[in-house]
Each structure stands twice: as C-alpha cells, then as structure tokens.
C-alpha cells in the first residue's frame, strides 16, 4: 500500500496547480489525510488537512489561496492552489493517517503514510 501524489511542477507567480494523491491498494479506514510542504533549509509545515467527516483546515499563509478537497472514503484528495507566489516554492507531500486493518480499527492503532513529494516551483 502506497500513497502517490501527483500534480506539480514550474508555473508562473500568480498561477495555479492542482496536486492529486491517492492510495495505491487499499486501507480499511481513512482519518485524514493531509497535505504538507517543505522549502529548502526550512521544516516540514501543514498546508491542509481534510477528515473523515469531511472538516478542512489550512495554514494561515495560504487560506483563500489553496483548497483542500477530497473523500476519505474513496481514499483521495486534491490540492487546488491558485495565486501561486515564490514563497510557494517547495517540495509538498501527501499524508495519510488510517487505520490499516479491520484489527487496527478495533485496536484503535493508526498507521501514518507519506507519499514520495512533488515538486512545485513558483518562479517568472
């Protein structure tokens, strides 16, 4: 079981990207899933988090810019970021927290998952 983002690249400030993540196999139940990033010599950061119950949340740097949005049930999510600025700039990974099995859920013992990062460059 593996999660796999998709979606970065180079755009131009004041552009926008879509980021994709999904699991590749399934779990038996999503918590959250999330997206984080990580600019060179800086520490990993939340950018958005969706739950199971369909609650979002962002950081304050990129609320009214990016958008969080998907379906624990099916086990995927989006990234929309719009009015991209250099600040941007950066490596962003996909999270995933779950309960792995039917055992898990009813031992109540979460699994933490990471996709392998995109890379997203905000640059003229």
């Known amino acids: 079981v593996q999660l796999q983002a998709s979606g970065g690249g180079l755009v131009q400030p004041g552009g926008f990207l879509r980021l994709s993540c999904a699991f590749s196999?399934?779990?038996?139940?999503?918590?959250?899933m999330s997206w984080y990033r990580q600019a060179p010599g800086k520490q990993r950061e939340l950018v958005a988090r969706?739950?199971?119950?369909?609650?979002?949340d962002s950081s304050d740097s990129v609320r009214g810019r990016f958008s969080i949005s998907g379906n624990t049930a099916d086990q995927v999510v989006f990234l929309q970021m719009d009015a991209l600025e250099p600040e941007d700039t950066a490596v962003y990974y996909c999270?995933?927290?779950?309960?792995?099995?039917?055992?898990?859920?009813?031992?109540?013992?979460?699994?933490?998952?990471w996709g392998q990062g995109t890379q997203v460059t905000v640059s003229s």
């Open positions: 196999g399934g779990v038996y139940r999503v918590i959250t």
């Open positions: 969706i739950t199971s119950d369909g609650t979002t």
């Open positions: 999270n995933s927290q779950v309960y792995y099995s039917l055992y898990d859920y009813r031992k109540r013992r979460r699994n933490d998952y």
